[in-house]
């Protein structure tokens, strides 16, 4: 029967993403799981370790700075850049004449290449004669030890990280234009003002989107700096103040050829992200509970 | 042109029958008319015909041939959809011919036989046009030169007209049936719209609730319906409908009198309602009949309707009064609302349904 | 408030913002206008004078960039229309087959999304070095294959469910196969998402800087992110010359989405980012 014909078809424009994905994620994605109990430098066959990796890994002073690097960043950057590409969407999302540009000068700091951003922001942060810190100076403000300084420099690893924030703002905007108009006219007939009306309206109706947001980026700032602390800080100021995991993992695997070591690494990144994740639905759904309309 | 039947056609949806048992068989040219009212199948009924839908039981003959198990393109069946469903990005030439394109027929006479269906339908001049450029009728037209381009054994039509404005749709109805005329065509005709029906159709089918009512000439669903339903249906405004009583000097019906017809008992131990369309009910200023009250006054040209209410104003008890009819009344009778009237049922002209099974047990004359 | 001040008020906090985030680009550019040797500046300046151009040309000849230019072309070239089909074919299957199929897949799908890259970094790489296939661009193209990201094929799946029914079904009267459908009325009646996918396609593809790190080791087969890198270790401090390099690492993908930006950050309409 034809029928089957068209399912023949169907099977065959699937195929390439179907493989793509089997191929490219879900076996490396087990692949990592089982490395992760082995020692393997990709020249000897790979020995068996079992759990002697995250032993290791428990014992080992870098990995839990780094891990605890990467909570710190995730804990700062996804919530300004929530906030961030939430506040923007709320000041862009009327038409006016220029919205078009404005909205996509927000926008163009997330197209910039992974490797120019990071260059371009290694001049902008020079303590010394970067614009940044010049034009502070000038004006009388203090000039923060970008690079040198523990804090300012994890400081400016999340500034990198949020001024990149046009996918998020992408989706918020996406979301606030889909909120019909008439229930802001039925509020403003209520006579609410301005935080009433975010608090019932916009920020409710927003909520599930922005969680799932928040939860993509998570995921992704976990991943985010490993550009900037390869390129920007180099992991410093020492010791390992930006190191973050994925350098460690990075650093372990490809420069010191300890490939289980950092399979388990990257298992220790999988769970801890996916716990966070987990902890924010949950937050997330006691909110939406308590929320009584 | 072929024959298309339907032969125990069973239509499942989990625990919903949208199609229950259909025996119907449409003639060679024939224009069957499928009407009914929202769920009553007919759309699916349609679809079964193209191939859109899988049948649970019974089979499809198009031309004698049993092609259930076929898909729509081996059918030779052309389709109108509701929407038109014409593809917005193509011109209206290539929209005719989308099915000799993908058939790979030659270009010159892919293009003969697309111009020969524009302008059967009436719509040559503008086979370079977008869909959008064009409005609800052009659109329509267009539709069915693309059916038309392929020369099927039979045309499917779901609801062309519902989208159409009245003015419009009244003019598509002719020329469809001057379409329908000089193809001889075979065509499956669905919707929602009594009228549509009774004009058009060679035959009538009319369902309710995935089963067959009656199949028959628009004349025979009209004058002799087999049930309450299609009597209702059937006609607008619809057939004032009246419980039948027993009272102490006979049965009435409101506030009719009921004789029985000459030769025949009247039907033991059934409830009964009496039907009469409202063109049969004889209203006076101050004429024989029961009188009644206007309730309503509705003016459409050269007919007037009016909503009554049997009885005197004042109602008297037990005289079966309080009921509402609608009767039509031609150009000459304009009474006031509240004003009281006659209306009279004259013999003949009242038909007798079983009230719990809807059966016509007589017919009027 | 009359409508002068209530157009300034409106325009000001987003025309500062807009400011805000151009501002680092425009340093860029101005940065790799200095002269390189001179001693580095005191205070902030705008524009530096004098405006040299001279880092460009200097940084052509460090490194080879018109040779890392060509090199990201042909990956480009190669990922891009692979990127569309196999996502757009992906996206159409998915849209063509039975609610509940179709909705395992979206599953699969949004979870393949949420894969951090960092996770799979090391077992692809041991799988493509089994292969043989380290220190060539096969595994840059490679993830052409799934759409380069599952979020493309997503895009394509609900820009297709969002035709009409019976389009698709006069389509199936005519006899149309699915590719033909594809071919013929779906992918025309998408043009603007499937202009987006290449671009955002591109963009991906021209700044991806992680794979070609861990794959690539002959300087020859670099591609433009790494040829930056390459730069900037060269002359760590010669902050001119490798801003000229990022500007000339930028300018493609900012002029790609110059051009997208249309279908999305103007045309937006309440029927969410993919109307038209």
Sequence with gaps: MIRDR?????????????????????????????????????????????????????????????????????????????????????LLHRRFRGVGAY???????????????????????????GPLNLTLGALGLPQPPWFTGLGATQAAVIIMSVFQLGEGFLVALATRQEIPGELYELISVEGAGPWATFRRITLPLMAPTLALLAARDVIFSFQATFVPALIVTGGGPPPYATTYLPLFIYTNGFQYLRYGYAAAATVCMILVTAYIVLLQYRMVRRWRESFVV | MATLAFQGIRKQY????????????????????????????????????????????????????????????????????????????????????????????????????????AELV??????????????????????????????????????????????????????????????????????HDQV?????????????????????????????????????????????????????????????????????????????????????????????????????????????????????????????????????????????VGSSVRVELPRGHAYLFDADSGETLVQAT | MSTASRTAWRHLPALLVAVGFVAPLVFMVTGSLRQAGLPPPRSPELLPSPVAFGNYPRAFELVDIPRYTLNSLVVVAAAVPLTVLCASWAGFAMSRLPRRSAGALVAVSLVALMVPLTALLVSRFAMFRILRLTDTWWPLIAPSLMGTSPFYVLLFYWSFRRLPAELFEACRLEGMRPLAVWRRVAMPLVRPVAVAVAVFAFVDTWSNFLDPLVYLFDERKFTVPLGLRALSTLD?????????????????????????????????????????
């Design chain 1, 103 to 129: 909205r996509t000068a927000a926008y163009l700091p997330t197209v910039v290449p992974d490797v120019a951003y990071a260059l371009l922001w290694l001049w902008l942060f020079n303590p010394l004669y």
């Design chain 2, 122 to 191: 009436g719509c040559a001049g503008q086979l370079d046009r977008r869909p959008f450029q064009l409005s609800g009728g052009e659109r329509q037209r267009v539709a069915l030169a693309r059916a038309l381009v392929r020369e099927p054994a039979a045309f499917l039509l779901d609801e062309p007209l519902s989208n159409l404005d009245a003015q419009l749709r009244v003019q598509m109805r002719a020329e469809l049936q001057r379409l329908h005329r000089r193809l001889g065509a075979t065509m499956l005709y669905v919707t």
């Design chain 2, 196 to 336: 549509e029906a009774l004009t058009m159709g060679d035959r009538v089918a009319v369902l309710r609730d995935g089963a067959l009512q009656q199949v028959g000439p628009p004349d025979e669903i009209y004058r002799r319906p087999a049930n309450r339903f299609v009597a209702g249906f059937v006609g607008s405004p619809a057939m004032n409908l009246l419980p039948v009583v027993t009272a102490a000097d006979g049965l009435r019906a409101g506030p009719f009198p009921l004789e029985p017809p000459p030769g025949s008992p009247w039907p033991a131990g059934r409830r009964l309602e009496l039907g009469v369309r409202p063109e049969h009910l004889r209203v006076t200023v101050d004429g024989p009949g029961v009188p009644a009250e206007v309730q309503v006054v509705e003016m459409a040209g050269h007919e007037t309707y009016l909503h009554l209410t049997l009885g005197a104003p004042g109602h008297e008890a037990g005289s079966g009064s309080g009921q509402a009819v609608v009767a039509r009344v031609g150009d000459g009778l304009r009474p006031a």
């Design chain 1, 6 to 90: 068209e399912r023949r078809d169907l099977a065959v424009m699937l195929a390439p993403y179907l493989v793509g994905l089997a191929a490219l994620v879900v076996v490396p994605g087990a692949v990592t799981f089982a490395l992760s109990l082995f020692d393997y430098d990709l020249i000897r066959p790979a020995t068996f370790a079992g759990l002697d990796n995250f032993r290791e890994l428990a014992r080992d002073a870098v990995f839990r700075t780094s891990l605890r690097n990467s909570l710190h960043f995730v804990l700062f950057a996804v919530p300004v850049r929530l906030a961030g590409a939430v506040t923007l969407a709320l």
């Design chain 3, 236 to 276: 760590p401090n010669n902050y001119p010359l490798f801003l000229a390099g990022a500007v000339t690492a930028t300018a493609p993908v900012i002029g790609a989405l110059l051009y997208v930006q249309r279908f999305f950050l103007q045309e937006f309409r309440g029927s969410g980012w993919l109307g038209r």
């Design chain 2, 14 to 117: 989990g625990e919903t029958v949208a199609l229950d048992r259909l025996d119907l068989d449409v003639a060679d040219g024939e224009l069957m008319v499928v009407v009914g009212p929202s769920g009553s199948g007919k759309t699916t009924a349609l679809r079964v015909a193209a191939g859109l839908e899988r049948v649970t039981a019974g089979a499809v003959r198009i031309g004698g041939r049993d092609v259930t198990r076929l898909p729509p393109v081996a059918r030779e069946v052309a389709m109108v959809f509701q929407s038109y469903a014409l593809f917005p990005h193509l011109s209206v030439g290539d929209n005719i011919g989308i099915g000799l394109a993908v058939r790979r027929v030659p270009k010159r006479e892919a293009a003969e036989r697309v111009r020969a269906a």
